[in-house]
C-alpha cells in the first residue's frame, strides 16, 4: 500500500510539473514581453552627479530599450 501511494504523489507532481512547464511556454511564445527590467546609471564627474535610468523590457522575440532621465 505504500508503494501505491508513493507512486500516486509521483505521478500527480511531475504532471504537475509538466502542466505548469507547458503554461510557461505558451506565456513566452505568445507574448512579446515578460521580463521588465530597470537600471540606474550614474555618472560622476568632478563638479556634477548625473543619474540616468535604462529600462529595458526584454521577452523570447524582442529587447527594446530605452534611456532617459
Known amino acids: ?8 504523489v ?8 509538466a502542466l505548469t512547464s507547458f503554461v510557461c511556454l505558451c506565456i513566452a ?14 555618472s560622476d564627474t568632478s563638479t556634477t552627479v548625473n543619474i540616468t535610468y ?3 523590457a526584454t521577452g523570447l522575440w524582442r529587447k527594446c530599450t530605452q534611456i532617459g532621465q
Open 29 to 42: 511564445v505568445s507574448t512579446d514581453h515578460w521580463l521588465y527590467a530597470l537600471e540606474r546609471i550614474v
Open 10 to 17: 509521483l505521478s500527480a507532481t511531475t504532471t504537475l510539473s
Open 1 to 8: 500500500m505504500r508503494e501505491c501511494t508513493k507512486k500516486t
Open 54 to 56: 535604462k529600462r529595458t
